[in-house]
Nanobody, 121 residues
Framework: QLQLVESGGGLVQPGGSLRLSCAASGFTLAYYAIGWFRQAPGKEREGVSCISSSGGTNYADSVKGRFTISKDNAKNTVSLQMNSLQPEDTAVYYC???????????????WGQGTQVTVSS
């Protein structure tokens, strides 16, 4: 059974950092593009960052320079390091996968359940 599980969310003060992890079971992440998406209350889901099956990366303008995506094929996980967090980063964060996907992270096939990130003082 193919499954993605996110972890690492929580409550952080503005300017703080969090590291999200996306762990895969039932398949090998090395062959997949993995994207991080987020959805804030009352807003549509948006793409945050993507890493392709070949390692290319892509970021939303709103997080460039603050977020870093990385893949650890040995651990079968993808991480999202989030620095300089702001209240507008508050959302449920999801990871998603597509086999042999590129760094656009379109048409993802598998989704995790999400992890809540709240940035507040």
């Amino acid at each position: 059974q193919l499954q993605l599980v996110e972890s690492g969310g929580g409550l952080v003060q503005p300017g703080g950092s969090l590291r999200l992890s996306c762990a895969a079971s039932g398949f090998t992440l090395a062959y997949y593009a993995i994207g991080w998406f987020r959805q804030a209350p009352g807003k549509e889901r948006e793409g945050v960052s993507c890493i392709s099956s070949s390692g290319g990366t892509n970021y939303a303008d709103s997080v460039k320079g603050r977020f870093t995506i990385s893949k650890d094929n040995a651990k079968n996980t993808v991480s999202l390091q989030m620095n300089s967090l702001q209240p507008e980063d508050t959302a449920v964060y999801y990871c998603a996968a597509r086999k042999w996907g590129d760094s656009s992270c379109l048409n993802m096939n598998y989704w995790g359940q999400g992890t809540q990130v709240t940035v507040s003082s």
